[in-house]
């Protein structure tokens, strides 16, 4: 965590005119704080030395009412402006994050949790609201006010302005030295405390499990003992690191008591009087104010900070580049599916997903993928989809007039534009389920809907029904279900179905079944992922893929070809 | 860190030490969080009077600077400043110094009652899960229960602390000032009022009316983000993916407009603190103006009682923040004392036979028996049957029937209805801990922890050898995969048992249920995603190891229950 890191001011250029305004904001209320110094010096000399009535002072009195209220009118500004700052810092680094993020793909998007990103892009920034709207114009502040506090202290006492502009540079020095010997330990503390709640998590959602054997009382006594050596080790560290916050306020304190102890020694000495000695003692806390103020806004940023170092990593990482420029052009053909010899090794992954796997799919034919879980199956569809590159290998698009497409020739979507996917869990957006449907082909007619709903097995009564973002109010069948009619209504020529008939009842099953034949009978490609007899039944054929043997990474995947079933 | 092998055997039935959070404690939720820190209140207690001293410091320095600097105009012998210097330079040291102590004490004090507070969450969890669980059986609800949980160190730390330590400086300054300049003592009480109740107060309403708008346009921003993040490889293939990023851009700005609209008020309360600090070092200029034209004041006491408002003030500062805080933790501690509140929907009979040890084997009959998470609320008509050692039943009924449920019934985890005995024993008579030492149930949704396989199967039964436990494993067709492990059994399997693959992890889950040794094994469809090699594999372990058990296995797939000795078939109670 760095007090300023490039990467994100970046973004707070979006927004510099709020910035700008809240540290002339700012600068404008030190002035007011100078000048209330000299209106109460001046006052208090008066009436003390000078014996001056309360008439006599009244000017300066209604001088102070007014600087008063302009301190006020300026704090007001501050927050104003400390809201716009962030609003459109935020705003724009959110959207720029999930751009990326689209833009990076499924492969990227693969190894992410949505919750955490969500998290992220949600709350997360929201925590930058302090970095934007407080902690940059403070930096600047920090920078700012004690110059000018020093500069108009040397003009009525050099010794003070001697004293403060020695001190205050300690401060950031000294808090530097004592961050860079806590930083690491820090940082590992707060690792414990996620492995804290972790653990507390984990028991607590495995409650269940727990009492299910007996054990759910005696965890009691590890959370003690967890939480108990928690607390002495995180307590070691803290002592230290809360070092830094005393060093901060013993040099500001201390700097004000030996400021005001020489002015105090100096009047005895008739060497300075007594209202440059109150104007000097009222400003000087307010030199070392900005500095501790900046320290507990970079505390008060340290989530936002957290969280935006995550999001720009996520923005530095590089899309991969798809220069493919030539599109498929846009018509109703037929094309056959080849794998070439297609492996795949996921970088986290010591055991290829799919090994040396070669096989055609034909137009008109139904080519099941069976095997283990884990062989790969969903991957092969994915090779197919173009979302994960093989390595090495190719995956092509063929014609029937001969034209030959691969995802390094074709632009994406009109790759994409060729298929039709129904994954295992189907995206569902907020809305009806006609309008769930109709992502297959947002320019499908109603009619059109229908018919698709039908053939998937969806009441069309329930075509209406409101389906809540992420798919709340439909089960899990009926998600599968919108998932089919959507590629049913989508058409293309390429059909990918990962495991259609899960968690459907046999009666619905026979009609996945019956749609599945009735887009071979249309002379589409269909391969589908299939664990079930119905399914391996119909299929013209099917291809085996075998988990690789973790010994040995070079043995090719073990394929059997079935005939064409008779019986349809 | 290892979960389960370094727990130790406490009393069952041992009281909460928290009153405040028993189910059903009278008080609001923040107010029996905070009570719960009781057995660390003197901690807290010593931490907001070194806070007060740190703040109190601060005033007494610019206090005793500006009598010397007054006192020494006057141009008196050195050694009458004497006093006045020391003073002086030692607030100037006291401030870091009990600020210092205070941060120690109260964080301190504050994991102290944590770790209470967690215990006492978890004891109540214990007792009512899973049926009294409600939502928070999901994920996410649990997330944020933990997460609430933690949050209550900002409410020791960041709200309770601070309004002590400024009670106490307020009520300090107000009555150094009120002593030398009455008036002036009754100015600055209205102040700090102002600053520390009026403020706060608006910058609360704020931070609600704000919260009340941005949180739905915020939910709907991350039920969206989520959507597009887990469907993304789909919306893409769709070319939808613009269109959801369309979506969200418009919801963020819907809700920064709205956060927009509730800025003012916060603006409003930063002015009105600056008013209220100025006002009040403008009242103690204009009384003790008067006060030393009268003479009732030594005008060298003037520089202290203007400067006093200017420094005390610091004490309601921070407390506007707090606040906003204070709304956060209050949400927490809400949910908190809800989770602690829910119903027990399983307790135990009374009285509570006890079981004999050890249990004689016998039949295991279940007469008219159904279960459900409410009482009366069944999931299923009725099931009725017997199964002696040796023998097996299977519960059959498709999907989404409610058959998982019967087996949380059986296992005396949810409400049940109707007679359940095995042997002599009726287990209707007998406590839950009680019941599921002789009726273990394996469940679909096993959870692993964050810990070895080895430590996750031990969990069943703890006297369980590795030998034992690796047999298992390769009985259930897992054993090439360990031992194709480099660390075998002793590998973990990472948080939520993510490490390992779905079939893995179920059977990891059924190893359990093959290691204890009760009587009743009860198997919640435990060959559900598994291939028919591995489902094949995972049957035969289980009959072999129900060789002298009753097995129920709950099940959807007609074939597997065709095998058993007796099939139940369960009938939805929803018609």
Redesign the interface.
Same mark, same amino acid.
């Given at each position: 965590m760095k007090p300023l890191d490039p990467r994100l001011m970046r973004w707070a250029r979006a927004t510099r005119v709020f910035l700008i305004t809240t540290i002339l904001a700012g600068v404008i209320t030190t002035a007011a704080i100078i000048v209330q110094a000299m209106l109460l010096a001046t006052v208090i000399t008066q009436v003390f030395q000078d014996h001056a009535s309360l008439e006599q002072i009244w000017p300066q009195v209604m001088w102070l009412a007014g600087v008063v209220v302009v301190r006020a009118l300026l704090a007001y500004v501050v927050e104003w402006s400390a809201f716009h700052s962030s609003a459109r810092a935020k705003s724009q680094l959110r959207m720029a994050v999930l751009d990326h993020v689209v833009a990076l793909g499924p492969e990227y998007l693969d190894s992410r949790r949505s919750g955490e990103l969500a998290q992220l892009t949600g709350r997360g920034i929201d925590a930058l609201d302090s970095y934007f709207a407080r902690y940059l114009p403070q930096l600047v502040l920090a920078v700012m006010v004690p110059v000018a506090i020093i500069a108009v202290v040397i003009t009525e006492d050099l010794l003070a302005a001697v004293i403060i502009a020695l001190t205050i540079p300690l401060i950031p020095i000294f808090m530097i030295l004592v961050g860079l010997y806590t930083r690491r330990q820090v940082d590992r503390q707060w690792r414990t405390l996620g492995i804290l709640s972790g653990h507390f998590l984990d028991v607590v959602a495995g409650l269940p499990t727990l009492k299910a054997f007996g054990r759910a009382r005696a965890q009691a006594q590890t959370l003690r003992d967890i939480g108990d050596r928690y607390r002495r080790t995180t307590m070691g560290v803290l002592r230290v690191s809360f070092l830094s916050a005393l060093v901060l306020e013993l040099l500001a304190t201390l700097s004000v008591a030996i400021v005001a102890v020489s002015i105090g020694l100096r009047l005895v000495n008739g060497t300075l009087d007594l209202y440059t000695g109150l104007f000097v003692l009222i400003l000087a806390p307010e030199a070392y104010l900005p500095l501790r103020m900046v320290g507990a806004q970079f505390h008060a940023s340290a989530d936002g900070i957290a969280a935006a170092e995550q999001l720009l990593d996520i923005l530095d990482t590089p899309v991969p580049a798809h220069d493919a420029l030539t599109e498929i052009p846009a018509k109703d053909a037929p094309f056959s599916v080849t794998l070439s010899a297609v492996s795949v090794v996921y970088p986290d992954r010591p055991v290829p997903a799919l090994a040396d796997v070669t096989f055609r799919a034909a137009p008109g034919r139904v080519t099941a993928l069976a095997g283990h879980s884990g062989a790969g199956k969903s991957t092969a569809l994915r090779v197919i989809l173009g979302f994960v590159a093989p390595e090495p290998g190719t995956v092509r698009l063929q014609g029937a007039a001969g034209d030959d497409w691969t995802p390094a020739t074709a632009t994406r979507d009109s790759w994409l534009e060729q298929i039709g996917w129904l994954p295992q869990d189907p995206v569902m957006l907020a809305g009806s389920v006609a309008d769930n449907i109709l992502l297959g082909r947002p320019s499908a007619g109603i009619a059109d809907v229908r018919i698709a709903a039908r053939r998937a097995g969806l009441d069309p009564e329930t075509l209406s029904q409101i389906v809540g973002e992420g798919g709340s109010g439909v089960s899990a069948g009926q998600r599968r279900r919108i998932g089919l009619a959507r590629v049913l209504l989508r058409d293309a020529p390429v059909v990918l179905l990962d495991e259609p008939s899960a968690a459907l009842d046999e009666e619905t099953e026979s009609l996945v079944v019956q749609a599945v034949a009735g887009l071979r009978d249309k002379g589409r490609t269909v391969v589908v992922v299939a664990h079930r007899r119905a399914l391996l039944d119909m299929a013209d054929e099917v291809i085996h893929l075998a988990a690789p043997d973790p010994d040995d990474l070079t043995a090719p995947a073990e394929q059997s070809v079935s005939l064409p079933g008779l019986g349809r | 860190?290892s979960?389960?092998a370094?727990?130790?055997?406490?009393q %069952?039935g041992?009281p909460t030490p928290l009153p405040s959070l028993l189910p059903g404690a009278p008080g609001s939720p923040v107010w029996r969080v905070l009570r719960a820190a009781r057995p660390v209140g003197a901690r807290l207690g010593l931490a907001a009077l070194l806070g007060a001293l740190?703040i109190g410091?601060?005033v007494a320095?610019?206090a005793t600077?500006?009598f010397?600097?007054?006192?020494?105009?006057l141009? %008196?012998p050195?050694l009458h400043?004497q006093v *006045?210097?020391v003073m002086?330079?030692a607030?100037?040291?006291g401030? +870091?110094?009990f600020?210092?102590a205070e941060? $120690?004490v109260g964080?301190?004090a504050a994991?102290?009652s944590?770790?209470d507070l967690?215990?006492a969450v978890?004891?109540r969890?214990?007792i009512i899960? %899973?049926s009294g !669980?409600g939502a928070y059986r999901s994920?996410?609800l649990? #997330?944020r229960?933990?997460?609430d $949980?933690?949050s209550m160190l900002d409410l020791y730390l960041r709200v309770a602390l601070p309004y002590a330590a400024a009670l106490l400086v307020g009520a300090g300054s107000v009555l150094l000032l009120a002593t030398v300049v009455p008036a002036a003592g009754i100015a600055l009480a209205a102040a700090l009022l102002i600053g520390g109740l009026v403020v706060p107060a608006l910058t609360l309403r704020l931070t609600e009316r704000t919260q009340r708008k941005v949180a739905p346009a915020?939910g709907?921003? /991350?039920?969206? /983000?989520?959507?597009? =993040?887990?469907?993304?490889?789909?919306?893409?293939?769709?070319?939808?993916?613009?269109d959801? !990023?369309d979506r969200?851009?418009r919801t963020?700005?819907e809700l /920064?407009a709205i956060?927009?609209r509730a800025?003012?008020s +916060?603006?409003?309360g930063?002015?009105?603190? =600056?008013?209220a600090?100025? +006002?009040a $070092?403008?009242a103690a200029?204009?009384f003790?103006?008067?006060a030393?034209?009268s003479g009732e004041l030594d005008?060298?006491m003037?520089?202290l009682v203007?400067?006093v408002p200017?420094a005390a003030y610091e004490a309601v500062q921070v407390l506007p923040a707090s606040v906003i805080v204070f709304a956060r933790v209050r949400e927490a501690a809400r949910r908190i004392c809800a989770v602690i509140d829910a119903p027990d929907y399983t307790p135990d009979p009374d009285p509570v036979r006890p079981l004999p040890d050890p249990v004689p084997a016998g039949e295991f009959v279940v007469a008219d028996f159904t279960a459900g998470w409410r009482p009366g609320d069944w999931v299923c008509e009725p099931v009725s049957f017997r199964c002696a050692p040796g023998e097996s039943v299977a519960l059959v009924a %498709?999907?989404?029937v409610g058959k998982s449920t019967v087996g949380?019934g059986l *296992?005396d985890?949810v409400p049940v209805a109707g007679d359940e005995r095995y042997g002599d024993v009726d287990l209707c008579d007998v406590g839950?801990?009680d019941v599921?030492?002789v009726v273990?149930?394996?469940?679909q949704d096993? @959870?692993?922890?964050?810990t070895t396989i080895a430590e996750n199967v031990r969990?069943?039964r703890r006297s369980a050898t590795d030998a034992e436990i690796e047999t298992v494993l390769a009985d259930l067709g897992l054993g090439d995969w360990v031992a194709?492990l480099p660390e075998g059994i002793q590998t973990r399997v990472g948080?939520?048992g993510r490490a390992v693959?779905? +079939?893995q992890r179920q059977r990891i889950?059924i190893a359990?249920g093959l290691v204890?040794q009760a009587p009743v094994l009860i198997a919640d469809e435990p060959t559900e @995603? !598994?291939?028919p090699? #591995?489902s094949a594999a995972v049957m035969a372990a289980l009959r072999r190891h129900c060789a002298n058990r009753v097995l129920v296995l709950i099940t959807h797939d007609r074939a597997e229950a065709d095998r058993c000795d007796r099939t139940v078939p369960v009938r939805s109670a929803r018609g």
């Amino acid at each position: 965590m760095k007090p300023l890191d490039p990467r994100l001011m970046r973004w707070a250029r979006a927004t510099r005119v709020f910035l700008i305004t809240t540290i002339l904001a700012g600068v404008i209320t030190t002035a007011a704080i100078i000048v209330q110094a000299m209106l109460l010096a001046t006052v208090i000399t008066q009436v003390f030395q000078d014996h001056a009535s309360l008439e006599q002072i009244w000017p300066q009195v209604m001088w102070l009412a007014g600087v008063v209220v302009v301190r006020a009118l300026l704090a007001y500004v501050v927050e104003w402006s400390a809201f716009h700052s962030s609003a459109r810092a935020k705003s724009q680094l959110r959207m720029a994050v999930l751009d990326h993020v689209v833009a990076l793909g499924p492969e990227y998007l693969d190894s992410r949790r949505s919750g955490e990103l969500a998290q992220l892009t949600g709350r997360g920034i929201d925590a930058l609201d302090s970095y934007f709207a407080r902690y940059l114009p403070q930096l600047v502040l920090a920078v700012m006010v004690p110059v000018a506090i020093i500069a108009v202290v040397i003009t009525e006492d050099l010794l003070a302005a001697v004293i403060i502009a020695l001190t205050i540079p300690l401060i950031p020095i000294f808090m530097i030295l004592v961050g860079l010997y806590t930083r690491r330990q820090v940082d590992r503390q707060w690792r414990t405390l996620g492995i804290l709640s972790g653990h507390f998590l984990d028991v607590v959602a495995g409650l269940p499990t727990l009492k299910a054997f007996g054990r759910a009382r005696a965890q009691a006594q590890t959370l003690r003992d967890i939480g108990d050596r928690y607390r002495r080790t995180t307590m070691g560290v803290l002592r230290v690191s809360f070092l830094s916050a005393l060093v901060l306020e013993l040099l500001a304190t201390l700097s004000v008591a030996i400021v005001a102890v020489s002015i105090g020694l100096r009047l005895v000495n008739g060497t300075l009087d007594l209202y440059t000695g109150l104007f000097v003692l009222i400003l000087a806390p307010e030199a070392y104010l900005p500095l501790r103020m900046v320290g507990a806004q970079f505390h008060a940023s340290a989530d936002g900070i957290a969280a935006a170092e995550q999001l720009l990593d996520i923005l530095d990482t590089p899309v991969p580049a798809h220069d493919a420029l030539t599109e498929i052009p846009a018509k109703d053909a037929p094309f056959s599916v080849t794998l070439s010899a297609v492996s795949v090794v996921y970088p986290d992954r010591p055991v290829p997903a799919l090994a040396d796997v070669t096989f055609r799919a034909a137009p008109g034919r139904v080519t099941a993928l069976a095997g283990h879980s884990g062989a790969g199956k969903s991957t092969a569809l994915r090779v197919i989809l173009g979302f994960v590159a093989p390595e090495p290998g190719t995956v092509r698009l063929q014609g029937a007039a001969g034209d030959d497409w691969t995802p390094a020739t074709a632009t994406r979507d009109s790759w994409l534009e060729q298929i039709g996917w129904l994954p295992q869990d189907p995206v569902m957006l907020a809305g009806s389920v006609a309008d769930n449907i109709l992502l297959g082909r947002p320019s499908a007619g109603i009619a059109d809907v229908r018919i698709a709903a039908r053939r998937a097995g969806l009441d069309p009564e329930t075509l209406s029904q409101i389906v809540g973002e992420g798919g709340s109010g439909v089960s899990a069948g009926q998600r599968r279900r919108i998932g089919l009619a959507r590629v049913l209504l989508r058409d293309a020529p390429v059909v990918l179905l990962d495991e259609p008939s899960a968690a459907l009842d046999e009666e619905t099953e026979s009609l996945v079944v019956q749609a599945v034949a009735g887009l071979r009978d249309k002379g589409r490609t269909v391969v589908v992922v299939a664990h079930r007899r119905a399914l391996l039944d119909m299929a013209d054929e099917v291809i085996h893929l075998a988990a690789p043997d973790p010994d040995d990474l070079t043995a090719p995947a073990e394929q059997s070809v079935s005939l064409p079933g008779l019986g349809r | 860190m290892s979960t389960v092998a370094a727990e130790r055997a406490v009393q %069952p039935g041992e009281p909460t030490p928290l009153p405040s959070l028993l189910p059903g404690a009278p008080g609001s939720p923040v107010w029996r969080v905070l009570r719960a820190a009781r057995p660390v209140g003197a901690r807290l207690g010593l931490a907001a009077l070194l806070g007060a001293l740190a703040i109190g410091c601060s005033v007494a320095l610019l206090a005793t600077s500006a009598f010397l600097i007054s006192k020494a105009s006057l141009q %008196p012998p050195i050694l009458h400043l004497q006093v *006045a210097i020391v003073m002086v330079r030692a607030f100037g040291i006291g401030r +870091g110094v009990f600020r210092y102590a205070e941060r $120690v004490v109260g964080h301190d004090a504050a994991f102290r009652s944590l770790t209470d507070l967690r215990i006492a969450v978890y004891d109540r969890l214990a007792i009512i899960a %899973p049926s009294g !669980l409600g939502a928070y059986r999901s994920g996410d609800l649990l #997330n944020r229960l933990v997460a609430d $949980v933690d949050s209550m160190l900002d409410l020791y730390l960041r709200v309770a602390l601070p309004y002590a330590a400024a009670l106490l400086v307020g009520a300090g300054s107000v009555l150094l000032l009120a002593t030398v300049v009455p008036a002036a003592g009754i100015a600055l009480a209205a102040a700090l009022l102002i600053g520390g109740l009026v403020v706060p107060a608006l910058t609360l309403r704020l931070t609600e009316r704000t919260q009340r708008k941005v949180a739905p346009a915020m939910g709907q921003l /991350t039920a969206e /983000t989520v959507t597009l =993040v887990d469907g993304a490889a789909e919306l893409i293939a769709l070319g939808q993916a613009q269109d959801a !990023l369309d979506r969200i851009r418009r919801t963020d700005s819907e809700l /920064t407009a709205i956060s927009g609209r509730a800025v003012v008020s +916060g603006g409003v309360g930063a002015a009105l603190g =600056v008013l209220a600090q100025g +006002g009040a $070092v403008i009242a103690a200029v204009i009384f003790g103006t008067q006060a030393v034209t009268s003479g009732e004041l030594d005008g060298v006491m003037l520089a202290l009682v203007v400067l006093v408002p200017l420094a005390a003030y610091e004490a309601v500062q921070v407390l506007p923040a707090s606040v906003i805080v204070f709304a956060r933790v209050r949400e927490a501690a809400r949910r908190i004392c809800a989770v602690i509140d829910a119903p027990d929907y399983t307790p135990d009979p009374d009285p509570v036979r006890p079981l004999p040890d050890p249990v004689p084997a016998g039949e295991f009959v279940v007469a008219d028996f159904t279960a459900g998470w409410r009482p009366g609320d069944w999931v299923c008509e009725p099931v009725s049957f017997r199964c002696a050692p040796g023998e097996s039943v299977a519960l059959v009924a %498709p999907s989404g029937v409610g058959k998982s449920t019967v087996g949380l019934g059986l *296992a005396d985890m949810v409400p049940v209805a109707g007679d359940e005995r095995y042997g002599d024993v009726d287990l209707c008579d007998v406590g839950g801990d009680d019941v599921r030492r002789v009726v273990e149930l394996v469940q679909q949704d096993a @959870h692993l922890f964050d810990t070895t396989i080895a430590e996750n199967v031990r969990l069943a039964r703890r006297s369980a050898t590795d030998a034992e436990i690796e047999t298992v494993l390769a009985d259930l067709g897992l054993g090439d995969w360990v031992a194709g492990l480099p660390e075998g059994i002793q590998t973990r399997v990472g948080r939520f048992g993510r490490a390992v693959s779905g +079939g893995q992890r179920q059977r990891i889950a059924i190893a359990r249920g093959l290691v204890a040794q009760a009587p009743v094994l009860i198997a919640d469809e435990p060959t559900e @995603h !598994l291939d028919p090699e #591995n489902s094949a594999a995972v049957m035969a372990a289980l009959r072999r190891h129900c060789a002298n058990r009753v097995l129920v296995l709950i099940t959807h797939d007609r074939a597997e229950a065709d095998r058993c000795d007796r099939t139940v078939p369960v009938r939805s109670a929803r018609g």
